[in-house]
């Protein structure tokens, strides 16, 4: 029987466990995957603590794991575009997890997978790469701005300061010492959380930035709020109170489009999603090192 990773109540991690579970089978406009790769994003741990469940319809147990990556193994009644074996990305259907080893997607929640990326590279798309992408689209930021990214070294941040450097945007991040490495590759300058950190930013950044980013929330949101010169151009993928500073939330397509360019760009070597690749069987230490804010770019299980 296939293997999942699930949460049987809200609350911390002492509520997740494996357990084995019929196959699961397509409806119409349904298609079975077989997992290969799963991403691990805050909103796994989130959504397990019941922070959503106020609004958010969740049968339990639940499964985690809201990116995937595999192969078609199964279709549904009237699924079109799609074949027996072919390689996949994108996201599970309601109901369904990722951090399992086969799951249900639907026919308009998934995109091809191209040759030239791996699925454990393809499962860090779907919601880490689309959110920057998403966000940078929201700001629309031209060549020679600046950006300043809070949280620079998680999925999203990694992805976005990619995307903003391949447009010609200067981009700065903040981010713990032990980042400085990773964020540099990426071609973004370092500016440390920590204590001093307001005046770094003052230093680093004197006139300010044309658009902030921030992937943490308060904060660190208020923290960096007053650097912008424009609040209309200033957007968090994490906290609602970025309102009180004149900006707005991210506003996400969650389209195949977004997906299958993103796909296209990793592919052509524009996006590397620098993922940390973690075993099925230690998805609770990756959710863990998720939850504790500070991963080294993606984490993604690899199922498969």
């Known amino acids: ?46 959504v397990r603590s019941g922070m959503f469940k106020g609004f958010q319809s969740r049968q339990l147990p639940s499964e985690f794991g809201s990116e995937v990556a595999g192969v078609v193994a199964e279709l549904g ?68 701005q600046s950006l300043l990214i809070t949280g620079i070294g998680g999925g999203v941040g990694v992805a976005a300061a ?23 590759s990426l071609g973004a300058t370092l500016i440390p959380y920590g204590d001093g950190e307001a005046e770094r930013l003052r230093q680093v950044l004197p006139d300010g930035v044309d658009a902030i980013f921030d992937l943490v929330g308060k904060p660190a949101l208020a923290a960096v709020a007053g650097m912008v010169t424009d609040p209309a151009r200033l957007i968090s993928a994490a906290s609602p109170d970025v309102a009180r500073f004149g900006g707005a939330m991210i506003r996400r397509d969650r389209g195949t489009r977004v997906l299958a360019e993103v796909a296209r760009l990793a592919a052509e070597g524009v996006l590397d999603p620098h993922v940390s690749i973690v075993k099925f069987e230690q998805a609770p230490a990756a959710i863990a090192a998720v939850e504790s804010g500070h991963p080294l770019g993606k984490v993604v299980l690899r199922i498969g």
């Open 1 to 46: 029987m296939p293997k999942v990773f699930r949460f049987r109540d809200y609350g911390g991690p002492d509520t997740q466990e494996f357990a084995e579970v019929d196959r699961p089978r397509p409806g119409p406009g349904e298609i079975l995957v077989q997992v290969r790769a799963a991403g691990v994003n805050p909103v796994d741990h989130k």
């Open 77 to 144: 009644a009237g699924v079109e575009g799609f074949s027996l074996g072919d390689e996949v990305l994108g996201w599970p259907a309601p109901g369904h997890g990722a951090f399992s080893e086969y799951t249900v997607v639907t026919g308009d929640s998934v995109v091809a997978k191209p040759a030239g990326i791996g699925f454990v590279e393809a499962a860090a798309l779907p919601v880490a790469a689309a959110t920057a992408y998403d966000g940078l689209t929201q700001l629309g930021l031209t060549g020679g």
């Open 162 to 184: 990619q995307l903003a450097r391949h447009a010609g945007v200067r981009v700065f991040g903040t981010a713990s010492e032990a980042k400085r490495d990773l964020v540099e």
